[in-house]
């Protein structure tokens, strides 16, 4: 079942090994046509061992984690998942992303959703932009979105025991780096 690239992957991404190429996933993705390769071709390549051009594809880093491709496959494979799971693992590789801005919006994304488990989009929009060196940019947006609702001042509340459980998860990670490392 398991691949070089995807054995330690969690078992709530659904077994990768079930994908027989259908490409539904690919087909439903809105953010395919800026992929080098797209989402059915990355769970063939993991599962192929073919770690290196997987870890060092824009895909992973573009994905938008939507969903659509995890809804749209008939053997449940939690594909966004196991993008994340890639993201990370190149992360831990020391792969660069081919589009650094792209790495800088995860990191920002990430931290704010740590936080309180919710994300807060405007303090995300700032927060990427002061990165990017572009404190004004998109800001022709803002009316626009305060107007229909879309854009909060004040972030959400945080979700309920949600640092706890990020700092298990944090905790288990390590643990399972740990052993990973040790094994190979």
């Known amino acids: 079942m398991a691949t070089h690239v995807l054995e330690s992957v969690d078992e709530n991404l659904g077994d990768t090994s079930l994908c027989y190429q259908c490409a539904k996933c690919s087909n439903g993705c809105p953010v395919a046509e800026d992929m080098d390769i797209l989402p059915h071709q990355v769970i063939h390549l993991a599962s192929l061992g073919l770690e290196e051009e997987v870890l060092d594809s824009r895909t992973i880093w573009i994905c938008a984690n939507c969903y659509a491709c995890a809804v749209k496959c008939p053997n449940d494979i939690n594909i966004t998942s196991v993008m994340n ?33 919710k ?56 643990k399972q780096r740990r052993v990973n490392r040790i094994v190979s």
């Not at 700032?126 to 229909?148: C, H, Q, S």
Request: without cysteine; proline residues 7%.
């Open 85 to 117: 799971d890639l993201k990370q693992k190149a992360i831990d590789h020391g792969f660069k992303p081919q589009i650094p801005e792209v790495y800088q919006f995860h990191q920002v994304f990430t931290q704010d959703v740590f936080r309180r488990g």
């Open 119 to 174: 994300a807060h989009e405007l303090f995300i929009m700032g927060e990427y932009n002061l990165r990017l060196m572009k404190p004004f940019k998109n800001v022709f947006l803002a009316p626009k979105m305060f107007l229909k609702d879309k854009l909060k001042v004040l972030p959400p509340r945080a979700v309920k025991g949600f640092r706890k459980w990020v700092h298990k998860l944090l905790i288990i990670r390590r």
